[in-house]
């Protein structure tokens, strides 16, 4: 999951820094929650891992939504058959790559790697609103915000939004997702500091 909350927290950066709407992406989850201890399959469920898992198995999201900080969508926002075909078909392609390389952007737009707020707004802010951005992937697209004020916001916001697995057998207790966890300095939700890798760790 690691892997895909370090995308997540760059998705959520370049839709603050653009003012734009964000489609979810659609999670995998290698293990179900459930509120007991378990080895990743609740007790008597039958189902196959991986599977694609709700939101709210990783992300709070009664908090997303008070916090109002990035507006979005469901991950199937652009199936549903109610989503207009403009919304579908209206969209502009963007590649994260170095500006020197060959096939950079295959003609599409581009960013460079590890992209600050202004770098994205001078890049991307032209494009029109009713334009979708679709980012071929979204790894080293944004590296933070060039405003140290804003910066902190966005810290804070990543850390209240962070969910939490549940249930660790033995010992008994549950770990809390970090959508900073590879960041390194970095405080997490718990107000704990990490200057260095990134573990594993229960409650609290």
């Known amino acids: ?18 003012g734009r709407t964000l489609v979810m992406p ?6 179900d929650r459930w509120w007991a201890p378990h ?24 908090v997303l939504v008070a ?8 991950y199937s926002f652009l199936e549903n058959e109610r989503t207009p075909n403009s919304a579908k078909q209206n969209k502009a392609v963007v590649s994260v790559c170095e500006g020197g390389d060959a096939e950079c952007g295959a003609g599409g737009l581009t960013v460079g790697p590890r992209t600050d707020s202004r770098g994205i707004r001078e890049r991307l802010g032209s494009v029109p609103r009713t334009t979708r951005l679709h980012f071929t992937s979204m790894l080293d697209a944004f590296s933070g915000f060039s405003d140290a004020s804003e910066d902190e916001e966005f810290r804070r916001f990543l850390n209240r939004i962070a969910g939490i697995w549940c249930c660790v057998a ?9 959508l900073q966890w590879d960041v390194v300095p970095h405080v997490d939700k718990h107000n704990r500091r990490w200057d260095g890798e990134w573990e594993m760790k229960l409650g609290p």
């Open 1 to 18: 999951v690691n892997h895909q909350l370090r995308q997540l927290r760059q998705a959520f950066g370049v839709a603050r820094a653009l």
């Open 26 to 31: 659609k999670l995998v989850c290698g293990n």
């Open 39 to 62: 080895n990743g399959v609740i007790p008597g469920s039958s189902f196959q891992r991986p599977f694609a898992c709700p939101l709210d198995h990783v992300i709070d999201v009664n």
């Open 67 to 74: 916090a109002k900080y990035v507006d979005f969508r469901e």
């Open 170 to 178: 033995a010992p008994t207790g549950h770990i809390w997702y970090d």
